[in-house]
């Protein structure tokens, strides 16, 4: 009985989408989903090797909430942009445990905001992600999107 009480206590998936993206402009079908489902205060996680996709996916979700200057945040750790939501961009691939966006994410997370992390492995201890994208890149050029958001 233990058992099964344990893993009844984890995150269910409840929707899992997938695209092939063979165009970039097709990235902004696959934000206007993601928007479509935050609330307000999303956290996403963005999985995906160098080159893949996630920064451009960035771009057109921040163009859905009136942001037009995004970039990437490689040696920033963090970008924050107002728009008609506040959306956070970390990447999270040099974070240290004491760099300031560690610990004060809190901080700028004022709702309805939307914190999106590439490299998220660096906080899952800390956040609880409801989405979670992956980005694939195929041989013949394409990307490969996999959503998956959990209750």
Same mark, same amino acid.
Do not use: N
């Given at each position: 009985?233990?058992?099964?009480?344990? #893993?009844? &206590?984890?995150?269910?998936?409840?929707?899992?989408?997938?695209? $092939? $993206?063979?165009?970039?402009?097709?990235?902004?079908?696959? #934000?206007?989903? $993601?928007? @479509?489902?935050?609330?307000?205060?999303?956290?996403?996680?963005?999985?995906? @090797?160098?080159?893949?996709?996630?920064?451009?996916?960035?771009?057109?979700?921040?163009? *859905?909430?009136?942001?037009?200057?995004?970039?990437? /945040?490689?040696?920033?750790?963090?970008?924050?942009?107002?728009?008609?939501?506040? *959306?956070?961009?970390? @990447?999270?691939?040099?974070?240290?445990?004491?760099? /300031?966006?560690?610990? @004060?994410?809190?901080?700028?997370?004022?709702? /309805?905001?939307?914190?999106?992390?590439?490299?998220?492995?660096?906080? &899952?201890? $800390?956040?609880?992600?409801?989405?979670? *994208?992956?980005?694939?890149?195929?041989?013949?050029?394409?990307?490969?999107?996999? *959503?998956?958001?959990?209750?």
């Amino acid at each position: 009985m233990q058992s099964v009480l344990l #893993a009844l &206590s984890f995150s269910l998936i409840f929707m899992q989408i997938d695209w $092939v $993206v063979r165009e970039e402009e097709q990235l902004q079908s696959v #934000a206007q989903t $993601v928007a @479509d489902h935050c609330s307000d205060s999303s956290f996403i996680a963005l999985h995906g @090797d160098l080159g893949a996709g996630k920064t451009t996916f960035v771009h057109f979700l921040g163009a *859905l909430w009136g942001i037009s200057d995004v970039r990437s /945040p490689s040696f920033d750790l963090l970008h924050v942009h107002a728009g008609t939501r506040t *959306l956070l961009h970390m @990447d999270a691939y040099r974070l240290r445990q004491e760099d /300031p966006a560690f610990t @004060d994410w809190e901080d700028w997370c004022r709702p /309805p905001f939307c914190l999106v992390v590439e490299w998220p492995e660096r906080l &899952s201890h $800390v956040l609880a992600f409801q989405m979670h *994208l992956w980005f694939f890149l195929q041989p013949d050029g394409a990307r490969r999107i996999q *959503l998956k958001m959990f209750e």
